[in-house]
């Protein structure tokens, strides 16, 4: 099998097979408490796009630079959520400057990029299954871009429903969580893809 054909089935993989939120479980916080607007979903899908695609590389690059060497394999989750909070920060800083509107509907879901399971689990996963420099990178770009899908699609529905006449028993929190475990019975349909 060609390096392209592997790349574009771990692509299709990490992006609807085993989606991250709606396949895996992972990342279900920011997936609720971002996704009640589009464009908020949208800017979070993009700061964890950026976060887990550098996140998966300076992990890799971190994990058989550093703690493989050393003998120091133990420290892997440590030295992982260092890093994904530097990287978070750098991002917290640049929304900050460019658009403060964005950073401030983001509010305090930003700075819990740092403590995301999806990003770390991306990281450990991609050691864990032992994918190469290039695989880890397109590994992290895919799961972010599932990440991102699921968050933006369930932000669009969330709107939607707004206009909907919903049960008081059913209003907000319970209604989301009905919704988004239709939406992962229906990301199950891609099973057999890949």
């Known amino acids: ?17 085993n989606n991250y939120v709606l396949g895996r479980f992972l990342g279900i916080c920011p997936f609720l408490g971002v996704s009640k607007r ?3 979903a949208v800017g979070m899908g993009m700061a964890v796009t950026f976060v887990m695609a550098i996140a998966s590389v300076i992990t890799y ?27 978070v920060q750098l991002v917290e800083m640049v929304i900050q400057k460019m658009s403060p509107t964005l950073y401030e509907a983001l509010g305090v879901y930003l700075p819990l990029i740092t403590t995301n399971c999806a990003v ?5 996963i991609n050691i864990t299954e032992g994918y190469n420099l290039l695989e880890t990178l397109f590994s992290g770009i895919g799961a972010a871009v599932g990440f991102t899908l699921a968050i933006v699609l369930f932000a669009g529905i969330r709107e939607r429903m707004e206009m909907t006449d919903i049960p008081p028993a059913f209003q907000d929190f319970p209604i989301a969580l009905v919704t988004a475990g239709l939406m992962a ?10």
Request: glycine content about 4%; aromatic content about 10%.
């Open 120 to 124: 770390l689990g991306v990281a450990i």
């Open 185 to 194: 019975m229906a990301f199950l349909g891609f099973a057999g893809l890949v």
């Open 38 to 40: 589009v464009e908020t």
């Open 1 to 17: 099998m060609s390096e392209f054909v592997k790349i574009l089935l771990l692509l299709v993989s990490t992006i609807l097979v």
């Open 61 to 87: 690059l971190v994990q058989y630079l550093i703690l493989v060497p050393l003998k120091m394999e133990f420290l892997q989750t440590i030295a992982f959520i260092l890093v994904i909070a530097a990287l």
